[in-house]
């Protein structure tokens, strides 16, 4: 069964540095996602991707965030200058066109910020 | 402003037993999508069901099936015959009928199956 796939895993950074996230999402699917869980809480909606633009966003998805399709299968979350307050999983969704159609997330990267 | 309200934040069930859990919601939109998700200790997010708003019929995967009270804005999920798997963070989520919307998350219920 196609997954989403996401890279790294794990990663640690110091505050103050740039840090990319990437994702492979379902290749049929049209819409894109990223979310973080804080530890211990609930999932957060950061922002959505579709037709090589942002969709929507949330009031977490500042300045400091930006997202790309670089290529046809790549889809990156880029955070400028981290703060220790941005250490989460994070998680990358897709889903087909059709709104009722569940968003299928990848297993997450868990950021550390030192 | 979508909102969904999970009540329990931890359960204890007896393995095979049934179990219930919880969830509220609260939306302006006549379209919308009603999503649980289930996250085990290993923090992957696997989709369980889905049921939209203008369905009749309360959902159902397997042992799973959504007791759905549109009137209530209420959107239970039923296990059935739990096993020592299905131990894990049950999340229920909302989404509007936009194709690009974001999932709106409840906090969860940390369900735990006791053999």
């Known amino acids: 069964e196609p997954e989403v796939t996401q890279t790294p895993s794990h990663q640690v950074t110091q505050m103050g540095q740039e840090v990319i996230l990437r994702c492979v999402p379902i290749s049929n699917h049209l819409y894109f996602y990223w979310y973080r869980q804080i530890l211990g809480q609930k999932v957060e909606f950061l922002v959505s991707?579709?037709?090589?633009?942002?969709?929507?966003k949330s009031e977490i998805f500042d300045d400091q965030f930006s997202v790309e399709r670089p290529d046809g299968s790549n889809f990156t979350l880029k955070i400028r200058s981290t703060k220790l307050e941005d250490s989460a999983m994070y998680f990358c969704?897709?889903?087909?066109?059709?709104?009722?159609?569940?968003?299928?997330f990848g297993d997450g990267t868990r950021l550390s910020i030192l | 402003a979508q909102k969904i309200t999970q009540t329990q934040p931890g359960m204890f069930v007896q393995e095979k037993e049934a179990v219930t859990l919880d969830c509220t919601y609260d939306?302006?939109?006549?379209?919308?999508?009603l999503f649980w998700y289930k996250q085990p200790s290993s923090g992957e997010m696997i989709f369980l069901i889905y049921?939209?708003?203008?369905?009749?019929q309360n959902a159902t995967e397997g042992r799973y099936s959504l007791n759905f009270q549109k009137a209530r804005k209420s959107a239970n999920l039923v296990i059935s015959a739990s096993q020592l798997g299905d131990s894990a963070m049950y999340f229920c989520a909302i989404k509007s009928g936009g194709g690009a919307d974001g999932l709106t998350f409840g906090k969860g219920t940390h369900l735990i199956i006791q053999p």
């Open positions: 049921q939209g708003s203008y369905d009749e």
């Open positions: 939306t302006s939109d006549q379209s919308y999508g």
């Open positions: 991707f579709y037709n090589n633009e942002i969709s929507e």
């Open positions: 969704a897709s889903s087909e066109w059709r709104s009722n159609q569940p968003q299928h």
